[in-house]
């Protein structure tokens, strides 16, 4: 038995009343967000996720390397065979073509897998969420601070697949420099659209329809050419997907040939996040505290 | 002013205060009404079969799960206005452990002292003090899952006091452990109990709410059947003794002996006797010429009580 100083439960005096006043720098979401949802300490969170991360750095490098190969089999590669091809502003290389069509992609996969089986895990198998909750900390702070780790990790992938397409010159403008923020925007929207459909999913089984949902955008979203091999109905489909929205905007940022429907498809995805946030804090909400 | 001062006394002393409370799940009625006052300093058992409402009950109190109806007060205060307020005051130890299993023994208790809104260093400071309290010091940057189960209960119980409680909520704290481990948690919780912290526990060990509960209340299908200290339970509820005959089975002489106990129950193997006096009710059963196998005199626990309240049927 050790002494009974040392086992006597230790009280200290700074605890004795945790802080549970919010950050002023959150005040906008305090308004919109009923006041027991959100404790304004979402980066606690991330503050976690940083540290089982640095337990699991192999993992975390891994999802770098994904994009790169894509474009050595296929910008190198297969550009072998197929030169040039109609871009924004007329024939270009393939490689150039299709390197930021694979940094839209990356984006979108990374953000919409860690969103999804992150979230189904530590909710369903981990319940880390429910010890969460029984302290002040509300579901909005579990859905910001998750969306914003994500956004984290994907911005380091981005930034470092950018450096890759500068150092091999498949970039020629200096639009290029946004390129980085509009992949954080586009994984935030499909980051927070992830974790709204996790919170639908009942078992492991239902990532297959996020499979189903993401290869084939992948695979058909103007990734690998340009729209104008669809026939016209099919191009109206294409249109609807947020892949494609992604790609263009990529696209028109590394090649510098950038107009104002640049706009468009960045209102685009500041729709799909807002509503996923929204739809992804409401139903954690209601499945957690019942 | 000296009145006002008073008034104060008596709202703070009170931390939990329950009238009507209900919790129903769809069409499923898991609290019909209760009606719970625990004071300051207090260590109060929920004592019920499964499926009792200790749990629901338990995450009302915990403000995670809301009210149906009735009145719920928590450190005086209404949880679906004041949820997380409350909650920063609060230590909850859920029946089944919640670790985060992705982090080290030592960065379960940082990570969830900031959740609190310590400081990083408050944390690391805290975390090494509720380690030795856990008597876990020596596993500080060992992974969670391979703990046993007492080491992973005593984390849960230490992350339940990073920030200091006022009240300790702790579901089945004890359920699956050795008795080793069961005995190390109850010191520990006897330790919270001495330094001030009031302790609400909900149990279906008689043994354990005997230990470590200065009142209980005895809750069955949604309802609380009996309320008070474990002795007056079993004085209201029970006789002094219990004279136990064990026969072999299908051999009971039941109807020789109904007359000699102010109660009977009649078991599979064993006639339980309810007597003020079991040694000259045994006398009796012997003057009789009724020859049981074995017999035993005990004095009547907690866990009679129970059976007699919430009934020998199995619940699932």
């Known amino acids: 038995m050790t002494r009974e100083s040392s086992t006597q439960a230790p009280r200290t005096a700074d605890t004795a009343n945790p802080p549970v006043a919010p950050r002023s720098s959150n005040g906008l979401l305090f308004r919109i967000v009923p006041p027991g949802l959100y404790a304004g300490r979402s980066h606690v969170l991330v503050e976690r996720s940083y540290l089982v991360s640095k337990r699991a750095w192999m993992s975390v490098l891994s999802g770098f390397f994904e994009p790169l190969f894509f474009l050595f089999s296929l910008g190198f590669g297969f550009g072998q065979l197929v030169t040039t091809v109609e871009g924004p502003g007329g024939p270009m290389p393939y490689a150039a073509f299709v390197a930021p069509a694979l940094l839209a992609a990356s984006a979108m996969n990374g953000a919409v897998f860690e969103a999804t089986f992150n979230l189904f895990f530590k909710f369903k198998y981990a319940k880390v969420y429910d010890a969460v909750l029984a302290t002040p900390m509300g579901p909005v702070d579990i859905a910001l601070g998750e969306v914003t780790w994500c956004l984290i990790r994907g911005g380091l992938y981005s930034g470092g697949f950018i450096v890759v397409m500068l150092g091999f010159g498949l970039i020629s403008s200096p639009w290029a420099l946004l390129a980085l923020p509009v992949c954080l925007l586009v994984a935030l929207a499909f980051a927070a659209a992830g974790m709204a459909a996790a919170t639908f999913m009942r078992s492991w089984h239902d990532f297959d329809l996020v499979q189903l949902a993401v290869m084939p955008m992948f695979l058909f979203s103007t990734t690998f050419y340009p729209l104008s091999v669809y026939p016209g109905w099919l191009q109206t489909v294409v249109q609807w997907t947020p892949l494609y929205h992604a790609i263009e905007l990529m696209r028109a940022l590394t090649t510098g040939y950038v107009g104002w429907g640049a706009l468009g498809h960045v209102a685009y995805f500041v729709v799909m996040a807002a509503i996923g946030v929204v739809v992804a804090a409401r139903r954690l909400g209601k499945l957690l505290l019942t | ?316």
Not at chain 2, 119 to 135: I, P
């Open chain 2, 1 to 316: 002013m000296s009145d006002a001062a008073a008034n104060v006394m008596v709202v703070t002393s009170t931390l939990v205060h329950a009238k009507g409370l209900t919790k129903h799940f769809g069409s499923f009625e898991a609290v019909r009404g209760i009606d719970v006052e625990v004071g300051k300093g207090e260590a109060f058992g929920f004592l019920g079969p499964n499926g009792a409402g200790k749990s629901s009950t338990m995450r009302m109190v915990a403000c995670v799960s809301p009210r149906t109806g009735g009145e719920l007060r928590v450190l005086g205060m209404d949880p679906d206005v004041d949820g997380p307020s409350i909650r920063a005051r609060l230590g909850v130890v859920p029946q089944q452990d919640n670790l985060d299993t992705e982090l080290t023994v030592r960065q379960n208790l940082q990570v969830y002292g900031r959740y609190f809104g310590l400081s990083r260093s408050a944390v690391r400071e805290r975390a090494v003090e509720l380690m030795e309290f856990a008597q876990l010091t020596d596993r500080a940057d060992a992974e969670v899952e391979p703990l046993s189960g007492g080491m992973k209960r005593r984390l849960t119980i230490a992350r339940s006091l990073v920030n200091d409680p006022e009240l300790l909520l702790l579901d089945e704290p004890t359920t699956g452990l050795d008795p080793q481990a069961r005995h190390l948690l109850w010191d520990r919780l006897f330790r919270l109990k001495q330094s001030g912290v009031t302790l609400i526990i909900t149990t279906h060990y008689m043994d354990e709410a005997e230990q470590l509960c200065d009142r209980l209340v005895v809750m069955d299908g949604g309802r609380i059947a009996a309320e008070g200290s474990p002795s007056e339970l079993i004085r209201r509820h029970s006789t002094r003794e219990v004279l136990e005959l064990r026969f072999p089975p299908g051999e009971q002489s039941a109807a020789e002996v109904r007359d000699l106990a102010e109660r009977v129950e009649v078991l599979p193997d064993r006639v339980l006797l309810y007597t003020g006096d079991g040694e000259a009710a045994l006398s009796a059963v012997h003057a009789r010429g009724v020859r049981p196998v074995s017999t035993l005199v005990r004095r009547s626990t907690l866990e009679d009580v129970f059976l007699r309240l919430t009934g020998r049927t199995l619940v699932d």
